[in-house]
């Protein structure tokens, strides 16, 4: 649910609301409610205040851009920006990365995205 949902339901049973620190979050989408301090279905004193935590969405990356390169430079790329990678085909020696998916410069999640390179001989 959302802050605003949460602060309610927390209202409605005579506790108060405080929004803690939004965290990144690859399984709860952005602006809904990751946790709150104390947990759920844990005791609160009357009157106490519960903090809420927000979700940022998931850490995104942009991809980079690794056509042109070789296997090694183009895993090493991929690599400083802690993004997977998978080869469509085969790669032979003296090919490089003549496409990718997702597109360079695209917005993705960082977890659960992986690129798939396709090599060919240098054009």
Excluded: C
């Excluded at 980079?64 to 790329?77: G, K």
């Excluded at 085909?89 to 977890?111: F, H, I, N, Y």
Aim: charged fraction near 15%.
């Amino acid at each position: 649910m959302s802050f605003a949902n949460a602060a309610t339901a927390l209202h409605d049973v005579h506790l108060r609301s405080r929004r803690g620190q939004d965290i990144f979050s690859n399984s709860v989408p952005e602006g809904q409610v990751v946790s709150t301090l104390p947990a759920s279905g844990q005791p609160a004193p009357y009157g106490s205040v519960v903090e809420i935590i927000v979700s940022h969405g998931p850490i995104m990356v942009v991809v980079p851009d690794v056509r042109n390169l070789t296997f090694s430079q183009a895993s090493d790329r991929l690599a400083a920006k802690g993004i997977q990678f998978s080869v469509k085909g085969t790669v032979r020696a003296g090919e490089v990365v003549v496409d990718q998916t997702p597109k360079p410069r695209s917005r993705v999640p960082l977890e659960g995205t992986t690129v798939e390179l396709t090599f060919g001989p240098q054009s």
